[in-house]
């Protein structure tokens, strides 16, 4: 934490993982596949981390790229997943179900946040949230399901992301003491300062990725600073 700031990293591989828990971050999003826009890892990289660094870890649990309507079969494949790495010590499971139209999965939302719960954990709705037509509504909706944290960008896309936050600011204002909602997609070094005082919420989420040479999106340790450096000048 920085300047009373939470500050969280979404991080695709172990190695970036290691990196990180370096700096004065709160919490690692562990993924795999972020070029896809981030996948659930593997069970022994989550293993691994918790032995070996200090940082909180929520998971992603998302089979696959695309949208966020999923089969039966990948649904209860994402339950397992979920408990597996409940059990080998995650912080919280961040995850979203969808229909097809894009309205919130109720049923699968609340199942998922239970499972999360019984083990005493955070259940985090990811930005699929921001595909829902009705942000109020879908906020509310979460609440009812005992939703903990909702990563968005407000419906922005980069270079918007400022806009979006405008947004997640009166949510904030809102809801914010019954969910806690974390600005995140599309931070960038030159806009983080805004980003935090515009949503308001004390919280961020980033990425620092740059591709690398073998083809896959990895910590940039510099940008990472810079950030940091930000939040720190607030």
Same mark, same amino acid.
């Given at each position: ?37 981030? $996948? &659930?890892?593997? @069970? *022994?990289?989550? !293993?691994?981390?918790?032995?070996? =660094? ?6 992603? %649990? ?39 139209? $894009? &309205?919130?999965? @109720? *049923?699968?939302? !609340?199942?998922?946040?239970?499972? =999360? ?6 259940? %985090? ?39 979006? $936050? ?12 019954? =969910? ?6 599309? %931070? ?47």
């Amino acid at each position: 934490m920085i300047n009373n700031i939470t500050i969280e990293i979404c991080i695709g591989n172990l190695d970036d993982a290691i990196i990180a828990n370096r700096y004065p971050i709160d919490r690692i999003e562990l993924n795999s596949a972020l070029e896809l826009g981030g $996948c &659930s890892p593997s @069970l *022994e990289t989550l !293993k691994y981390l918790k032995a070996h =660094i200090d940082k909180k870890i929520c998971c992603m %649990v998302r089979p696959r790229g695309g949208d966020f309507f999923y089969s039966q079969n990948e649904y209860e494949t994402m339950l397992k997943d979920a408990k597996n790495f409940l059990e080998a010590g995650a912080d919280g499971i961040v995850f979203g179900f969808l229909h097809e139209d $894009c &309205s919130i999965d @109720l *049923e699968r939302t !609340k199942q998922m946040a239970d499972l =999360i719960h019984s083990y005493d954990k955070e259940a %985090v709705f990811h930005k699929a949230f921001d595909e829902t037509k009705d942000l109020n509504d879908s906020v509310s909706k979460l609440i009812g399901c005992r939703i903990d944290r909702i990563l968005t960008s407000g419906a922005a896309v980069y270079p918007d992301i400022l806009q979006g $936050c405008k947004k997640i600011h009166a949510l904030y204002e809102k809801y914010g003491d019954r =969910i806690q909602l974390l600005p995140g997609g599309g %931070v960038r070094v030159n806009n983080i300062k805004d980003v935090i005082t515009t949503a308001g919420s004390g919280q961020v989420h980033m990425t620092s990725k740059k591709m690398n040479d073998g083809g896959y999106l990895c910590l940039d340790e510099d940008q990472l600073k810079e950030m940091l450096q930000q939040i720190a000048s607030l």
